[in-house]
C-alpha cells in the first residue's frame, strides 16, 4: 500500500475553523428539513364510523323490537282481535366540543424552521389530530355516560359505547380467552347483531394472541419456509356463528389497574356512527397584537343505532 501523504504546511482545515455548536464557528449547521412526529394518531373507530349530521345539541334516534316467536296455531274462522304490539323507544346522546387553542407569534412565523413552512399552520394540522385523538379515547371511555346538557358552564360530554348498556359478560379469568369470545358472540348472535369487529387495547391483545396462536396451542406456522417467516397473530377470527371479525388493536381503548373497567369489545361498526354537529374547521380570531391565534374544534355525538349491536366484555388485567 502506498504511504500516507504528508499534510500540507500551514493546512486550515474545520479543527481550526471550528463547526457547531462552537460559537465561533462560521460554517453552516447541518439540519435536515424533516420533522418527525412519532405520536400515534390512528384512531380506527372515530375514522372508520358512519359519518351523519346533527342537527340539535341533544341527538336522539329511535329504536323498536319484534314481537317474540311463536309456534302457535290460529282457529279456523276466529274473529278479528287486535294483538299486543312493540312501540319503538328513543335514545339520546348529548353533543360534545372537542377544541384546542393555538397562538403563535408572527415573529416565529416569519422564521425560518426546519422542516416547517409555517409554524401557525403546522400547529394547527397537529391539533387537529389531537381532537381525532380525544374523540377516540372519549368513544371508548368505561362506563361514560352523557351529561347534563342545560347549563352553559358544565362542559357537557357525550356518552360513550359503554354508556349505553351493551351485551355485557365477566371475565373469571381475568385475561382474554377463545371461549370468552364466542360466549359473547353468541349473545350477539341471539340479539340478531351482526358484529364485524373484535376490538382490544394493545395488552388484551397480545393475551388474544397467546390464546390462539401460542406454541402450546399448535397454531404457529411457518409461512413459506423459504422466506423464514414465522406468523404469531391473528387478524381475522370466524366463530361458531359464522362472524367474521376484523381483529383491531386500538391505543386508545383504555387499561386500568381497576381489571372491572377494562375490557374488549365485539361489534358492528355500521351501527356506531358519528353525528357531527360541527364539523371539523380552523377558525381563525382577530388581531390584538404581534401574533395569529386560533381555534381548532368539532362538535359531535356518538349514535349508536342499537346497543346489542355491540357488546363488551370486562374483568380484563392489563
Known sequence: MPGAEAQPT??????????????TAPTHED???????LDSYQTPLFSSSPKVRATDVVHSWTVDTLTATSTAGTETGIDFSGDTLTTPTRLVNGTQIFQRHVVVSDRERASRVAGIRDMYEHQVMKEFKVLARNCEARLFTTGSTASATGAEATAPVMAGLRGFGLSSSGSSSGSVTTADIVTLSETLFNNGAEPDSLWFAPASKRQFVNATVSSGSGNVRNIAATDQKLVANVDVFETPFNQLYAVIVDRFIPMSTTSGLNGWLVGDRSMAKVAFFRPPQHKAMGKNGDHTRGIVLMELTLQLDHPSSWGVFTGITG
Do not use: K
Open 10 to 23: 500551514g493546512l486550515l482545515s474545520t479543527f481550526d475553523v471550528g463547526f457547531w455548536p462552537s460559537a
Open 31 to 37: 439540519l435536515v428539513d424533516i420533522v418527525t412526529i
